[in-house]
């Protein structure tokens, strides 16, 4: 087996991840981003533990790993956003510049501080 087939089509889903990244709003699809360029990552170390014949198998025990934490991740990563869906009634990344909520005297100031921003 060549190593090119397996290398250009991890480039490829990595590049659909990253652009899936940059370019998406929704936290959902933010999170799925980051589970292809995982999965990308994952072939690598797969085509490239066949290509090399390694004895030990490592890039194949590195994947497990990979797998494992992107678990890890998707979990952790799927409660946070939820919470914040129950609280904000959004997950529009865009909107969400902290995670604390705004209390009227904050509201007042940063009304203010537009105001003289303006000015």
Excluded at 9 to 32: D, T, W
Excluded at 44 to 61: I, K, M, P, Q, Y
Excluded at 89 to 102: I, K, N, Q, W
């Amino acid at each position: 087996m060549h190593l090119a087939y397996p290398a250009v089509l991890a480039a490829l889903l990595f590049s659909v991840g990253l652009y899936g990244v940059l370019a998406r709003r929704n936290a959902i699809l933010v999170l799925m981003s980051v589970e292809l360029m995982l999965n990308a990552v994952n072939l690598n170390l797969v085509a490239f533990d066949v290509w090399l014949r390694d004895t030990l198998h490592a890039g194949e025990a590195l994947t497990l790993f990979t797998i494992a934490i992107a678990a890890a991740e998707i979990g952790i990563g799927l409660a946070i956003v939820l919470m914040v869906y129950r609280n904000r009634g959004t997950s529009d990344v865009d909107r969400l510049r902290d995670t604390r909520e705004a209390t009227s005297a904050d509201e007042t100031t940063s009304a203010d501080e537009k105001a003289e921003a303006t000015a």
